[in-house]
Each structure stands twice: as C-alpha cells, then as structure tokens.
C-alpha cells in the first residue's frame, strides 16, 4: 500500500513510540509505511531524523505563537486540544502526499492488522472512519485512530483545524479535536462511517498525562506489542 500515510502526534510520551512502533510492524507487515512521528513536547529525548521504522519530526512550535496569542482567555484544555489539532493541520498541509491517512495517538498498542478496515474505507469512499466521539454536542471521529480521506479534504478546501470553533465556544459547542472536519465533512455530505471503539488497536486515553498509566499500560499488555 502506497497510499497510505500514517501519523501520530507524540507529547513527551517517546515510551509509546517504541511500542506504538513494535506493534505496527507485528500485524501489518503488509503495509510497508512508516510511522510519521510529529514532536510537539517540550522535552527531547529522540533526535529528530529518519529510522528504520518510523520518522521523527520536530514541530516548531514558534508556529504557535498566533493560536496563544489569539487564545489567552480559553481554557487550558480546550488549547491543548488546539494545539493538537492545529499539529495535524499543518502536517496535513506540509507533509502528506497521498490520499489516505491513518491518524494515530501515540498511546494505542495495534492487536491486529488494519488491512480490512483500510479496504473498506477507501472501496466505500469515506471521508472519515473510527469511532465516533460524542463526549460534546459537537462529535468527531476520535483521533486516536481516524482514518481520514485527504484528497477529499483537499478537493472541497476543508481543514482539520478552524480556530474559531475549538477556541472561542461554550461548553456545550466545544469542537475537540476533528470535530471541525467531521462538521464540514457531514455539511458537504460526504460519507462518514462510525465504528466500535477498540477495534485493531488498544487505547489507554490520557496517556501523556500519567506516566504510571503508561507503564502499567505497557506491562499490562506486552504479549500483544512484543
């Protein structure tokens, strides 16, 4: 498959990649891409440059100062969701060059190959495909798995990132991240496929957030990633 990219956005969590990594490459020999790793932590603990089985990226974060400047009455967790989905904007934009993207957290452990869910997302034409998010009115498909039809976000001039609905809303309105995308993608009635949560992968949530969930979570289920 050539047409495929993949990418994760990593927030001081470089546990992850390894397992992240280790798990794609034990089920999905089929799929010869490698990993895009975007680096938005504040902490470096891998040089950037290209391994042998994913690629780590840098973001520049200086690239941020407009989203702060213009968000400094919004709440911490509504910019760091900005922040993230800003990350993704960008590399839509800068780095893919294929139709396909399989948008990844970096806490997911794969326990099966995605080859399937891959042929039907494209044989059907979706725009989007993943479980569907309803934690807000406004729902999205979760980005901790997200397949996402670029060249129909390219053809109808959609962004994953809006500034004006992620930051400056109620409560109730909140866009988390993708929900701009799903909301454009629906009023351009372009096809959207909800599925159950968990499929080919395991997701802890929240895992760059507590550092002993993340070990416990890795112990917990090394037979699957090694």
Same mark, same amino acid.
């Given at each position: 498959?050539?047409? !495929?990219?993949?990418?994760?956005?990593?927030?001081?969590?470089?546990?992850?990649?390894?397992?992240?990594? #280790?798990?794609?490459?034990?089920?999905?020999?089929? %799929?010869?891409?490698?990993?895009?790793?975007?680096?938005?932590? %504040? +902490?470096?603990?891998?040089? @950037?440059? &290209?391994?042998?089985?994913?690629? !780590? @990226?840098?973001?520049?974060? #200086? !690239?941020? $100062?407009?989203?702060?400047?213009?968000?400094?009455?919004?709440?911490?967790?509504? !910019?760091? #969701?900005?922040?993230?989905?800003?990350?993704?904007?960008?590399?839509?934009?800068?780095? +893919?060059?294929?139709?396909?993207?399989?948008?990844?957290? #970096?806490?997911?452990?794969?326990?099966?190959?995605? &080859?399937?869910?891959?042929? @039907?997302?494209?044989?059907?034409?979706?725009?989007?495909?993943?479980?569907? $998010?309803?934690?807000?009115?406004?729902?999205?498909?979760?980005?901790?798995? %997200?397949?996402?039809? +670029?060249?129909?976000?390219?053809?109808?001039?959609?962004?994953?990132?809006?500034?004006?609905? /992620?930051?400056?809303?109620?409560?109730?309105?909140?866009?988390?991240?993708?929900?701009?995308?799903? &909301?454009?993608?629906?009023?351009?009635?372009?096809?959207?496929?909800?599925?159950?949560?968990?499929?080919?992968?395991?997701?802890?949530?929240?895992?760059?957030?507590?550092?002993?969930?993340? +070990?416990?979570? /890795?112990?917990?289920?090394?037979?699957?990633?090694?």
């Amino acid at each position: 498959m050539d047409n !495929l990219t993949i990418m994760t956005v990593n927030f001081n969590t470089p546990e992850f990649i390894y397992t992240l990594v #280790s798990s794609y490459k034990k089920y999905n020999s089929w %799929c010869k891409e490698k990993i895009y790793v975007i680096d938005n932590g %504040c +902490v470096k603990d891998i040089p @950037e440059g &290209e391994y042998s089985d994913f690629i !780590l @990226e840098d973001f520049d974060k #200086s !690239l941020y $100062r407009d989203l702060e400047q213009y968000s400094k009455n919004s709440k911490e967790k509504t !910019l760091a #969701s900005a922040h993230h989905a800003f990350t993704i904007d960008w590399f839509i934009k800068n780095r +893919v060059k294929t139709d396909y993207l399989l948008l990844i957290d #970096s806490d997911i452990i794969f326990k099966r190959s995605f &080859e399937n869910e891959l042929k @039907e997302f494209i044989e059907n034409d979706y725009g989007l495909m993943g479980f569907e $998010r309803t934690t807000y009115s406004c729902h999205c498909i979760a980005p901790w798995a %997200c397949f996402i039809n +670029v060249k129909k976000m390219k053809d109808l001039k959609l962004n994953y990132f809006d500034i004006n609905r /992620i930051l400056f809303v109620n409560d109730n309105d909140t866009h988390d991240t993708g929900a701009s995308l799903f &909301e454009d993608f629906r009023k351009n009635d372009v096809k959207i496929k909800s599925t159950a949560d968990n499929t080919f992968y395991i997701h802890l949530k929240g895992g760059s957030l507590n550092k002993k969930k993340r +070990v416990d979570f /890795i112990r917990k289920y090394k037979d699957i990633w090694k």
